[in-house]
């Protein structure tokens, strides 16, 4: 019950950093996204099934508290959680450079999902000024977080396998 | 740590769960978007459990946006004083040049003033462009030669008063033997009409700065503060030129003659522009000035001037209409024809 309680309180004060400090640091208003380096990370370590709960639960902190569509941001990271957690199979958990590499696919797979159902909204994109714009420097800064959250992520996954 | 390779093999269970679950967070984003799915109470209690950290973490972004901020503007403070400083010197330097146009603009205007003053000489103005000063010799060079019309025994002026004479007159400079030089003498005389005591001022080699008036009788009128001006004698220097001001009266050693020491009229220590008499003629006379008028009868001599013309004009325009009454007259009783008339 106590690593449960470690885990959610991680998980809402990556959350608290991510629309609080780190919107000081943003590109043309995009900034990190924690929640979804927090899935990948879990996801890699834990397999798809935790991952694609974790997934769920950091898309609906999100969601609940600063969520435009309740349930967007819910299906795009569970969908994320169960991609790259399908990957854990067949792979060694502690590569550290893994997660690093993968917040760009995950990156693009959350903004493909949440342009997809903008688009199923009625929404008009303008797909290459997004991909000038606002890709590229959310990807760096998710590159930039993408080891820090992991490593946090290994330890808690550490300690929640000693108790 | 174990680096072993997960083996999962999910469940039907769990995959129909997933799906599920996947289709309903589906549908509520769509529902959502409608207005039809409301989590109001939700949303309430999660907001209030992550506001304070946000909070928390909000101050802090602020602190450190303050802090970057500050270092920024201090940067920027730094950078703007370094522009500053660089402008303040170039200024310093601008206004340097600056007074010093002014001062030579003052200069020039005196002597401007001067030249429009004294029309009874021919000006050519020169600057000061070198000089020779000790105890046994005072010669200052102008650039102005005899390709500007300057020869040798000029006087040079200031509007102040005398400077000296051309002693060498080259090409495009000259050389000029300041009053004040021991060689140098002057024919002078005092400028008050009741005295007009004449005598020669020199240089005195004990006190430069301070020529003397030599040769002047005991007994002659000669007091403190009087005027000395030139008197024309010798042909070198015109006639009224302002000298100095006698400011001590010594007796000569012989007992007969006496000598005045004379604060000159022109600071030889400032001296940058002068002007060459290449030429000088009588001076015009004055222009008549009205005599004075008995105190409370005053009249404007030009007021006057113009109701006397005025008369004139009236007194002729009525002599013109008696005329052409008369050849009115003459014409209609047919003692005179109408030109181009029968």
């Known amino acids: 019950m106590r690593i449960i309680g470690l885990w959610a309180m991680v998980l809402v004060l990556l959350y608290a950093l991510q629309t609080s400090l780190l919107t000081f640091i943003n590109f043309d208003g995009f900034s990190a996204n924690l929640m979804l380096l927090l899935t990948v990370s879990v996801a890699f370590l834990r397999g798809h099934e935790k991952g694609a709960f974790f997934g769920f639960m950091a898309g609906l902190l999100q969601d609940a508290t600063t969520g435009s569509y309740f349930g967007l941001a819910t299906f795009s990271y569970m969908t994320i959680g169960l991609i790259f957690g399908k990957f854990s199979v067949n792979l060694f958990r502690d590569q550290s450079l893994l997660p690093v590499i993968s917040s760009i696919p995950a990156l693009v797979i959350h903004f493909a999902i949440t342009i997809a159902f903008l688009f199923l909204l009625g929404w008009q994109i303008d797909l290459i000024r997004f991909l000038k714009f606002d890709f590229w420097p959310t990807a760096i800064m998710q590159v930039v977080l993408a080891y820090p959250v992991h490593r946090l992520v290994l330890s808690l996954n550490e300690l929640s396998k000693r108790r | ?342």
């Open chain 2, 1 to 342: 740590m174990s680096n072993k390779v997960r083996k999962e093999k999910p469940t039907g269970k769990k995959i129909i769960a997933l799906i599920v679950v996947f289709i309903s967070v589906f549908c509520c984003v769509f529902f959502a978007a409608r207005g039809k799915f409301n989590t109001t109470a939700t949303n309430g209690a999660a907001m209030m459990l992550v506001a304070p950290f946000q909070r928390a973490f909000s101050w802090a972004g602020s602190q450190l946006t303050f802090i970057k901020d500050s270092v920024t503007e201090i940067s920027h403070l730094h950078e703007q004083n370094k522009k500053l400083r660089e402008e303040v010197e170039l200024l310093r330097a601008q206004n340097l040049t600056a007074s010093e146009y002014a001062s030579e603009n003052q200069r020039l205007r005196n002597l401007l003033g001067y030249k429009q003053a004294a029309v009874q000489f021919d000006l050519v103005a020169a600057s000061v462009i070198g000089r020779e000063s000790a105890s046994w010799s005072s010669v200052i060079v102008i650039n102005r030669g005899t390709i500007d019309g300057v020869a040798n025994n000029m006087a040079v002026v200031t509007e102040l008063g005398l400077v000296g004479h051309v002693m060498e007159a080259g090409v495009n400079s000259a050389k000029v033997q300041l009053l004040i030089d021991p060689r140098s003498s002057v024919g002078t005389l005092i400028q008050r009409p009741e005295s007009r005591v004449a005598g020669i001022v020199e240089g005195d080699s004990k006190n430069p700065s301070h020529p003397k008036m030599v040769n002047i009788p005991k007994d002659s009128d000669v007091k403190v503060e009087d005027m000395v001006v030139t008197s024309g004698f010798g042909g070198v220097y015109p006639k009224g030129l302002v000298v100095g001001k006698i400011i001590d009266i010594h007796n000569e050693e012989g007992g007969l003659l006496q000598y005045g020491v004379i604060e000159t009229s022109v600071d030889f220590q400032k001296l940058e522009d002068v002007a060459v008499i290449v030429a000088s003629r009588e001076a015009p006379p004055e222009p008549i000035q009205p005599p004075p008028q008995t105190p409370g009868t005053e009249t404007d001599p030009h007021e006057t001037a113009e109701k006397l013309q005025q008369a004139q004009q009236q007194i002729l325009d009525a002599q013109q209409q008696v005329q052409d009454a008369q050849q009115q007259q003459l014409q209609e009783a047919g003692y005179v024809v109408e030109e181009g008339g029968q």
